[in-house]
């Protein structure tokens, strides 16, 4: 099987603190990690590679830092991995990066599964991955919680998706894409074989030249969205504690949420 | 330029999901300000009554595809059928809750007509004639304001419970256009071959109150406190990440970064600290209890109403007070 595993590098939010707010944090140069939602992808693709043979490829969109994040994938026993790198890709939206992505594919070739996460947690869309599916015009299979039945002879996939109501078991065809959710598996810690191999790794970096596509057609420039961002309002500290023993506090909290009419 | 207004109204067996009147209340909100008309797609079988809904509840006119092969949402067969709609309907706002499938499909058609989109707002404006979204970034520690380039469609998903529908009007009329279903059965990649539904327990991010617990309940024992007290409100039950991870509670229940995004009426937090993700996914709640036997933990800052004491104590009490006086 020859798995390719969509890997986003983000900033690291256990990093915020007080002195380390949102817009330092995201700042160049900021403390950064793999997306926490692609651990699972990584996981996904490692496991169907283990029971199926084959090879994991990780493809990450980003700056030249986000090899850091390659670096880690290969860590935890990806086969290979490719960073895509281009000063005129920065500010993409989720469709222009659908696009490179897709080209990006095109250029590694043949696969039979690609693996996204939910999100990202920095713009948090939830989009690229479902765009990229949309772009190949191969079958989606989102929110995957549990994968049932990866069939690489049958070229079918079922798998259990975490809906908000209901779990929704799905038969696909093969090549398709897969976004995972949390509950698909534990993700695995890099060995030290691994971080040691992942050092020494020569991480392949394709720009706009090696992928065909035109500078232009890339970019904010080539965006449907522009957004500028903020801190969000600071709020003010404007708790009512409530004292008295259990019965007494009870009381309190009842008459207040009642006079706030949300009970 | 007068933008239109397209709403996709989200359904299962003939039912809307609430979000999509919320969908439609952001749609109204706009609608005068960019000058267009209000139009609503649904997509089932059976969804005659849904349509009649959506003049209700403010649209001009509706698209609606009666199918077998569109009884329960699937993206292609959606997606092929809203890119065909939105043909008919030039350089149009198109708006849809962001529910799991509001989400995805609106990302997927977004692709399929090449436009911008801005998911899971939790607010719009017009400036000028154009079209202003506002969106959390990075788990809530930044707020994106987003505008549109171009003059094709836009695409936004509005976070769940912030927008407050209307109440209905009997009265009004409107226009319903009946199309084909875009694919037919052989033609969709995917089959649904089993639907388990959360039966009786209400749904986390739908519900207007949640209770939930965190590592401070000690054990999967301590959510019965918990729970007994979400049942009283008539709420959900939530959980942080630190009881889901100990494997106390199923991932089902995180609340958080990692987990769901919530904005009820009313969330009280048994025994979390309040950490930066377990707040990102609950701090736009409007009322914030936290109960927690520390007289100082981080959620202090977001809460409004903190009781300092052992949640074993407190808990099962104003479970006992929430009955008596709300008779439950
Ligand atoms: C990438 C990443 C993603 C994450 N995503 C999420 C997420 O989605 N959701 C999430 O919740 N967390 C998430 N976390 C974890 C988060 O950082 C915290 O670890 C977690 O929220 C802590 O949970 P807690 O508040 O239950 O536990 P703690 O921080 O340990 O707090 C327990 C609290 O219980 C109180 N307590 C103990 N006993 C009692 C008692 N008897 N009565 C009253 N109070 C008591 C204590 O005083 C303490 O304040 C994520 C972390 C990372 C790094
Ligand atoms: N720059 C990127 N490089 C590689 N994969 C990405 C990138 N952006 C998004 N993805 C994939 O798409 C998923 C959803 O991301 P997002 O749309 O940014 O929320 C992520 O979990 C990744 O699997």
Known sequence: MNIIALVKQTPDTAQLSAAMDGLMLSADGGPRIVNPWDEYTLETA???REEHGGKVTALCLGPPEAADALKTALAMGV??????????????DSLASARILVAAIRKIGDFDLIVGGRAAIDGNTAATAVQVAALLGIPLVSYVAKLRNLDPSDRTVTAV????????????????????????????????IGIRKAARADIPVWGCEDLGLDPSGVGAGASGVVWRTELPPVREAHIEMIDGGPEDAARTLVDRLMEEKVI | MASNLLVWIEQVDGQADPIAWQAMAAAEKVAGDLGGSLTAAVFGDGVGEIARQAIEAGADRVYTADDPSLARYRVEPCAKLLARVLEHEPSSVVLMGASTAG????????ALAGAGLAPDCT????????????RPALVGNLVSTVTFRGTGHRFVT??????????????????????PAALSEDEIPTRVTSVETADGTVSLTEASIIVSGGRG??????FRPVRELADALGGALGASRAAVDAGWIPYAHQVGQTGKTVQPDLYIACGISGAIQHLAGMKNARVIVAINKDADVPLYKYAHYGIAGDLFSFVPAIAEEVKKRLGR
């Open chain 2, 158 to 179: 509005v976070r769940r419970n912030i927008f407050q529908p209307a109440d209905p009007d009997a009265t009004r009329t409107g226009e319903i256009i009946t199309v």
């Open chain 1, 79 to 92: 086969d290979e991995a490719v960073l895509v790198s281009d000063p005129a890709m920065a500010d993409s």
């Open chain 1, 46 to 48: 490692l496991q169907a």
């Open chain 2, 103 to 110: 989400l995805e499909l609106s990302a997927y058609v977004a």
């Open chain 2, 123 to 134: 607010d719009l404006h017009v400036e000028g004639d154009r079209l202003t979204a506002v």
């Open chain 1, 161 to 192: 998706r975490l809906l908000e109501k209901a779990r929704e078991t799905v038969t696909s065809r093969l090549p398709a894409l897969i976004t995972v959710v949390k509950e698909i598996n534990e993700p695995r810690y890099p060995s030290l």
């Open chain 2, 217 to 222: 309940v000690g054990g999967p024992e301590g």
